[in-house]
């Protein structure tokens, strides 16, 4: 088991924990995701100085404020179909691009392109489908975050300059998951996993642990239901850089020529996905 800097508790797992299981054979842990699945963080880079706007940014806060639902339970402007619903959590990011939400350099710089394959939307309950389909684009609550931020020191010009990201500059990160549709996914699957651990011989030293077998029935339906939920996030992260670029844009661009906001990455911290590792390679 390995452990990332971000550690605090979680449900079985330490948050921040990564652990690896043989494929296929291995087991798949709801708890060890996550209860929200795909919960993620996006970098949005500018070339606006905090000197030039240091007046503003009260304003920016309040339009991200308006812009960007947060809070529990928060609903976006966003009330999808259970058609789009089933494209968002096929499609992921793809979906936002289609609908004029995101770029091609977007997608480019989030991790699997902003879509996982394998996703099936006819893994979620409906209880699940119900709770995603009018939380696309926002923020929720908890540790999730929309926030401003200074870029205060540069520790590798060259890295930096690649990014776009320059000392004295704003940027805008985003953090947050798959809502209620991700925590539904993962409370459904919990329910399952401990109702049929015992006909597979697992043993766990805590109920949290609860797992099945990859390559089990229960184990494929909640891959294919994961997946669906990461992709949801994917798209509600993308959904919410474009409203932050909007907060900018009305705040900025009667002011400043350059107010845009650039993606320099956003990658997955709750989700499973498959690798391949050399062990006990000569």
């Keep these: 088991v390995v452990v990332m800097t971000d550690m605090h508790q979680g449900y079985g797992f330490p948050i921040g924990g990564v652990a690896a299981t043989e494929f296929p054979s291995g087991v798949i842990s709801p708890g060890g995701i996550g209860y929200d699945i795909n919960c993620?963080?996006?970098?949005?880079?500018?070339?606006?100085?905090?000197?030039?706007?240091?007046?503003?940014?009260?304003?920016?806060?309040?339009?991200?404020?308006?812009?960007?639902?947060?809070?529990?339970?928060?609903?976006?402007?966003?009330?999808?179909?259970?058609?789009?619903?089933?494209?968002?959590?096929?499609?992921?990011?793809?979906?936002?691009?289609?609908?004029?939400?995101?770029?091609?350099?977007?997608?480019?710089?989030?991790?699997?392109?902003?879509?996982?394959?394998?996703?099936?939307?006819?893994?979620?309950?409906?209880?699940?489908?119900?709770?995603?389909?009018?939380?696309?684009?926002?923020?929720?609550?908890?540790?999730?975050?929309?926030?401003?931020?200074?870029?205060?020191?540069?520790?590798?010009?060259?890295?930096?300059?690649?990014?776009?990201?320059?000392?004295?500059?704003?940027?805008?990160?985003?953090?947050?998951?798959?809502?209620?549709?991700?925590?539904?996914?993962?409370?459904?699957?919990?329910?399952?996993?401990?109702?049929?651990?015992?006909?597979?011989?697992?043993?766990?030293?805590d109920r949290e642990l609860v797992c099945a077998p990859l390559n089990s029935p229960e184990g494929q339906d909640y891959l294919m239901a994961m997946r669906a939920a990461a992709n949801y996030a994917f798209c509600n992260r993308q959904v919410l850089a474009h409203l932050a670029r909007r907060a900018f844009e009305q705040v900025l661009a009667a002011k400043l020529k350059n107010w845009h906001l650039h993606q320099v990455y956003d990658p997955a911290h709750n989700i499973r996905t498959l690798q391949a590792h050399m062990v006990h390679a000569v």
């Excluded at 619903?85 to 499609?91: D, G, S, T």
């Excluded at 931020?149 to 990014?163: G, N, R, S, Y």
């Design 40 to 205: 993620g963080v996006r970098l949005l880079a500018s070339q606006i100085s905090y000197e030039q706007v240091k007046d503003q940014i009260q304003s920016l806060v309040i339009a991200l404020n308006q812009h960007c639902p947060s809070g529990v339970g928060s609903e976006g402007g966003i009330q999808l179909t259970l058609k789009e619903l089933a494209q968002v959590c096929e499609k992921g990011s793809q979906w936002a691009l289609k609908r004029g939400f995101a770029t091609q350099q977007d997608l480019r710089r989030t991790e699997e392109n902003g879509c996982i394959s394998g996703a099936n939307i006819n893994k979620l309950s409906e209880r699940a489908k119900k709770r995603g389909l009018p939380q696309l684009g926002t923020l929720g609550s908890g540790n999730h975050f929309i926030e401003i931020d200074l870029i205060e020191q540069v520790f590798d010009e060259e890295t930096a300059k690649i990014f776009g990201l320059e000392q004295g500059n704003l940027a805008v990160m985003i953090h947050c998951g798959s809502r209620g549709l991700g925590h539904q996914v993962c409370s459904d699957a919990v329910q399952v996993f401990q109702k049929t651990i015992h006909q597979y011989g697992i043993k766990i030293p």
